[in-house]
């Protein structure tokens, strides 16, 4: 399509494209939007190797088209909610300003990193309601999708978990580390009890030991006793044990008390396997003691809904609106160049939020996106801006931003979000408004290219 | 954990690590491995360079291991069986032999790169069985789990998808490509005929047209039509039409006869949108005259079990066998340097696969894995092992096999697999044993660990 358009002398016409999504993931009633800072630092550097160039000519790319990719950077502008913003379905989240040919090359990667870390914030911020303020660590990379874990980490320190066991992602984007140990170094060792001692003596500070790779109860708990007992001679601590099996509600309870009994009332308790909001819910909610949460698979897998259905629709080209018309009225994009405003009760809690006409200043009322007759005032509350300007002309305007900033940012912001849009089952669905203008433009360019489709063609084709 | 090794002198002791699953996804009969040639590369290539190096002293790591770790290159061997091969649970797929150190360290990008690659070349094969030999080509990358598209497309292709829309995996891994437009290239014309007619102009061989932007049959199939009169005028042939949306049941048998009555009946239908094997069955159960699926999201995100549950376990240590006991029998792992044998019937369908100690030549009879009493005779039998030797000390010793290569090798090897293990719904169990030894070392450790586990911590902590 890039040749095409290159070909055709379409290359520098200008466009405007639009991510959003229509449907929140895990049946829940929001989602926490992420993958700004990689988007952006990745179009920052986008451009074609010679190898890249090599392998397109292999592919017969017109040579006059290859010189151009050759040169290619992108110079486009880019409006956006901040990551860490819980947003809603059929919302514009991100619009991407340029020549056709540059708004059109990135579709593919803005679509990845957004879905993705959106998606996996998404479930961090689920399990992070579940689990309140205990402490959340994850163990994902193993059964990542493959380079997926990457973002993966990331994503999840944004909707809110605490630390990461992916050393690289910590690395790459300044994460919070937490290691533990595996089964293989008590197996290692030809006795559980040499194998506690030893990584107590070597990692005296910070020491957690896994106690079920024989017997959680008979074994595990009582050699962690006795290791706690023989740091406690030497001035230390044993920070805390894991349990990676069995009924962990049971066995966190049992735990607990076998250490309260041997006067370690500060060795803490951390539970994984298999864990996810659901499970988290109900362990807390049977009373379970457990201080940490390690979670993998369920989160960086994101398990229950494992893509975000975000897409990125043109919505203008040479200066005129577009639309992508369906015979389902939910599935006819926006067209026109747009913007989203957030109203909110004295900055307190958010109520709805607007989509309107970048030329537009304020609205009264806003319109359900595509139920006829259902209309929601907002004259008279806060009215916010949620689009900021990131990139123009290619190059980023703010600083990069941490995904520790993000991560209060996102915190934050939920505490405006009220229970019944959080909760798991059956959320109350946010509202999302357009104003009558869109409305208008969206009628007149249905009617054009819908209903009226037949005869138009005949007329073209005629 | 290798600090550990490291500081404790164990880093070169001899160790012994089984990858396994023990769940087959989807609710399937089998899984494809794959994976294999990804992790060969990465372990051949593996270092850490000075701003790793410089990232872990900054963790506080101890300055010895850091100079150890400069200096790391993986030695170790590897056997496994063959990327493409119908495998079952609990079956070692990977052994790998080295110092503990280094069999250690690769454990997380060993499981991240075996899991998620067998986990999408499963799904791929799953496609391959509903789509018969319908053309296959994988569009995911767009909402594929971040980078792990790249990985993804390369899986699909060893599981029997045809081609990828996804460039750089081609590049990488010499995929063959297919390309298709998009809703936004007919947006950017002003109708939808200047942009097919453009499209065809430009690409007149292997063009297909998405008629599906504004109006499928009123609109998008006449355009289509048009143009494909106007090619023939040419000596042209359209290639095809693709269907993205509405009922795509009745949308391709109507598209089919409007293109059959205007003589177009070599022109092709594509249908892409959500697609999975279920909806392909369902598709060609109805008739459907489809050529072509495009599928995505369900592919390369493994939708209804995205991740294989996949583990690293250790089985030897300095020379002694190890396992790590559950009071789940099916938990306990099993010990000891192992082997892999298939076995069959005259090299036709496949019967049963043997776990065997790596020095045990051949048996009459396994056993299954944790079931009591319950036996297969496999005398008489043709015996295939199925493990080979893929790397040793640390380098490859044989050529890097090509994706196509596998995909070609699972075709066939799946031929031989009963439709009853194949099937989706409850499919028939694969019968997997081990050996009468196997099954009494595992008992031997399991008494050593399991129920003596209290008297024996009592002992070594008096």
């Known amino acids: 399509m890039a040749q095409g358009y290159f070909l055709t002398g379409k290359a520098a016409s200008p466009a405007t494209f639009d991510y959003f999504f229509r449907e ?3 049946g829940g009633g929001y989602v926490i939007f992420a993958g700004l800072e990689d988007l952006l630092s990745l179009l920052e550097s986008l451009e074609f190797r010679p190898d890249d160039i090599d392998y397109l000519r292999s592919l017969k790319f017109h040579k006059d088209f290859l010189s151009y990719l050759q040169r290619f950077r992108f110079r486009g502008t880019i409006h956006s909610v901040s990551e860490g913003e819980p947003v809603f379905p059929l ?3 991100v619009r991407v300003d340029g020549t056709l040919l540059e708004t059109q090359l990135v579709e593919t990667v803005l679509l990845n990193l957004l879905n993705f870390e959106s998606l996996i914030a998404t479930k961090a911020s689920r399990i992070r309601l579940a689990a309140g303020d205990k402490r959340l660590v994850d163990f994902g990379l193993r059964r990542a999708q ?6 993966a980490s990331k994503a999840a320190i944004i909707g809110g978990v605490d630390a990461t066991s992916n050393v690289y992602s910590a690395f790459t984007y300044g994460l919070q580390t937490s290691g533990t140990l595996a089964h293989s170094w008590v197996q290692s060792f030809d006795d559980e009890l040499s194998a506690f001692r030893t990584f107590a003596e070597l990692f005296p500070d910070g020491c957690v030991l896994l106690v079920d790779t024989y017997n959680t ?11 706690a007992r023989e740091l406690e001679k030497k001035g230390k601590r044993l920070l805390g044990i894991r349990l990676d099996s069995g009924d962990l509600a049971y066995l966190s309870k049992k735990a607990r008390s076998m250490l309260d009994d041997a006067g370690l009332s500060g060795v803490k308790i951390v539970v994984s396997n298999q864990l996810d909001e659901y499970l988290i819910r109900s362990l807390l909610q049977q009373g379970a003691p457990v201080d940490t949460f390690g979670v993998g698979t369920r989160l960086v897998t994101a398990e229950g809904s494992p893509s975000l259905d975000g897409v990125y629709k043109m919505s203008m080209c040479d200066d005129k609106p577009r639309i992508k018309f369906s015979d389902n009225i939910s599935k006819t994009t926006l067209p026109g160049s747009k913007k989203l405003v957030r109203y909110s009760m004295d ?3 958010f109520r709805a939020d607007g989509v309107l006409l970048d030329a537009e200043r304020s609205v009264d009322e806003i319109h359900h996106p ?3 007759g259902q209309s929601t005032r907002v004259s008279g509350l806060r009215e916010e801006p949620l689009f900021e300007k990131r990139m123009e002309d290619g190059k980023r305007v703010s600083a990069e931003r941490r995904a520790e900033t993000s991560a209060l940012y996102a915190r934050d912001r939920l505490r405006h979000l009220s229970p019944e849009h959080r909760r798991f089952e059956n959320p109350h669905t946010y509202k999302v408004g357009v104003s009558q203008k869109l409305l208008n433009l969206r009628e007149d360019l249905s009617r054009h290219h819908g209903a009226d489709g037949r005869s138009r063609r005949a ?3 005629g």
Do not use: K, M, Q
Request: charged content about 10%.
């Open 24 to 26: 929140n993931p895990f």
């Open 146 to 151: 493959g380079l997926g874990g990457i973002h």
């Open 91 to 93: 919302e514009p989240l």
């Open 347 to 349: 900055g307190d809690e």
């Open 370 to 372: 595509y139920l006829a």
């Open 217 to 227: 109860l008979t074994s595990g708990i009582p050699n962690a006793i006795a290791v």
């Open 459 to 461: 007329r073209s084709a």
